[in-house]
């Protein structure tokens, strides 16, 4: 194995996340949209994730103040418009407007979320770590959205036919073929 010359984050596949925040202007409500890749689930008692946001981001000064996000996984087929909102700034360009993604009404938290997105989880913050760079902010899902189409007879989801778009290495990839399922060794004798 080589060492690279340079440190990296090689940690891989991440998806992509349309993080969406509302900002209270007055009486008026300015929404916005961060793509992310910094993002993980950190426990399911409660369900947490985190999302991780350069400090000198629009976003992280709105949920720094608002408290809660919606996080919507993209799906390939909107890998254009996250590349839009990722050098779009949104204190001074509507997002929604530029890239014609849709809003949906959020159930548990005053923030919209993507319908164009498969799966988008209502997010409260509970804790906020500053890092060097970046502010990590710690939250509950509060509720979590499938579209119908994705969702099988079952009940479950159809993570396969969601085709969520990942990031890795500043390069846009496909995730969609599903393997094994979790502990499929011990159901044949390994």
């Known amino acids: 194995m080589s060492v690279l010359p340079d440190i990296r984050n090689l940690v891989f596949p991440l998806p992509v996340a349309l993080v969406t925040c509302r900002a209270r202007r007055g009486g008026a409500a300015a929404d916005n949209i961060i793509p992310l890749s910094w993002v993980g689930i950190?426990?399911?008692q409660p369900h947490t994730v985190s999302i991780s946001i350069g400090k000198q981001k629009y976003s992280a000064r709105v949920i720094?103040?608002?408290k809660e996000f919606g996080l919507c996984v993209a799906p390939v087929e909107l890998m254009e418009a996250v590349d839009r909102c990722g050098y779009a700034h949104g204190d001074l360009t509507d997002k929604f407007a530029m890239t014609g993604l849709t809003k949906a009404a959020?159930?548990?938290i005053d923030a919209p979320l993507i319908a164009d997105c498969p799966v988008c989880l209502e997010c409260r913050v509970t804790q906020t770590v500053e890092l060097?760079?970046?502010?990590?902010?710690?939250?509950?899902?509060l509720c979590t959205h499938v579209v119908e189409k994705f969702i099988k007879e079952d009940g479950s989801p159809d993570l396969e036919r969601m085709n969520v778009?990942?990031?890795a290495d500043d390069m846009y990839w496909a995730l969609?073929?599903?393997l094994q399922t979790l502990y499929y060794t011990r159901t044949q004798g390994g």
């Open 132 to 141: 060097s760079t970046h502010r990590m902010f710690v939250a509950e899902v």
């Open 106 to 108: 959020a159930v548990k």
């Open 176 to 178: 969609g073929k599903r």
């Open 64 to 66: 720094g103040e608002s």
């Open 42 to 44: 950190l426990d399911y």
């Open 165 to 167: 778009l990942c990031y």
